[in-house]
């Protein structure tokens, strides 16, 4: 096959095909990244548009629910109607909403005495600390059980890991956090039950952050094991799949090692199928958080949202649900550029070439 050259004017030869050909994979990725950026934008908006609804149909009187229990005078009823224009139409209604959402404006919580936007900025970092460190344990641990199953040789060894996936993936996450407790923090007394620091320790900067490790054991391996057998499951299918390619067996006809022959050509693709599911099991992590959040009094988002259906604070519901998901939404997005860039085979089949 021929190579077109063209000379510069300095006389140095440049390859035009392959220009052209990193020049068209750039436009391909970038057209791929705004349509997904697109997608994203849209699936936001649609969202916004059903937490609208779910506000608009729950029962009762709305500025009661905003006040709590307690007696509404009429002037102050109409300054929130005004406030919030509920004496308006529903289109007048959700483009407020949707004007407010956009400046940052959740609502604010009555029973708590501040902004919704605040209470979920003080808690979200803790959130997304549990749910990185949960992941992230349960994707390398995944990764190497899955493995392991796919090649180990015997079969006691199989059937002792495919046992205790199973087993992981259908352990309730609350009872297991529970048991947990009783075990590492009640009757061991190694770990903390709860919470996320001491607060008769005095620390600041990196000593707290080390502080944390403590409190994060428990509630990360809660919140992982579910996350570490599915990750498995998918790591041992992909390993299987790539095993019985034809350059795996190429490579071992040559003599290459069963641990060289996985570091080199089986990780990288296996990895594939685990890195398409990251997303999906973003959401089941922070969904899963919630109760996690709960029986180790872990101070997210997560026990946020059950303290305000407890308490009957719509308007922190409403915005803790609406972060949940552009998180959610967030982390697909990402999955998605982070795919192509692992396998940049799928530009043709997502262009239709």
Partial sequence: ????????????????????????????????????????????????????????????????????????????????????????????????????????????????HQSVRDLILDRLPATLLLTVAGLAAAAVIGIVVGTWSAVSSRRSTRAFLDTTVLFGFSIPTFWLGEMLVLLFALKLGWLPSGGMSDPRAETSGLGSLLAVGPYLILPAAALGIRELAATARIAKGSTMGVLSEDYIVTARSKGLSTA??????????????????????????????????????????????????????????????????????????????????????????????
């Fill in 1 to 112: 096959m021929s190579v077109t050259t063209t000379t510069t004017a300095a006389g140095v030869p440049r390859n035009t095909s392959t220009q052209s050909k990193y020049v068209s994979y750039l436009l391909a990725t970038l057209r791929f990244t705004l349509s997904r950026i697109l997608q994203a934008v849209g699936l936001v908006f649609g969202v916004v548009a059903v937490m609208f609804v779910l506000i608009r149909m729950a029962p009762g009187d709305p500025v009661q629910a905003m006040v709590g229990d307690f007696p509404v005078p009429d002037e102050y009823r109409a300054q929130i109607e005004r406030q919030y224009h509920l004496d308006d139409s529903l289109l007048v209604q959700f483009l407020a909403y949707l004007r407010n959402i956009l400046r940052g404006d959740l609502g604010y919580s009555y029973a708590s």
């Fill in 260 to 353: 060289a022959t996985i570091r080199g050509h089986v990780l990288r693709n296996a990895a594939l199928p685990i890195i398409a599911s990251l997303g999906y099991r973003v959401g089941l992590a922070l969904a899963g958080a919630v109760t996690i959040e709960v029986v180790f009094s872990w101070p997210g988002i997560g026990r946020l949202l059950y303290q305000a259906i407890i308490a009957r604070d719509n308007s922190v519901v409403v915005g803790v649900i609406l972060v949940i998901a552009i998180l959610v939404i967030v982390a697909n997005l990402l999955t998605e550029l982070l795919y192509r860039v692992m396998d940049p085979r799928i530009k043709g089949a997502r262009h239709g070439r």
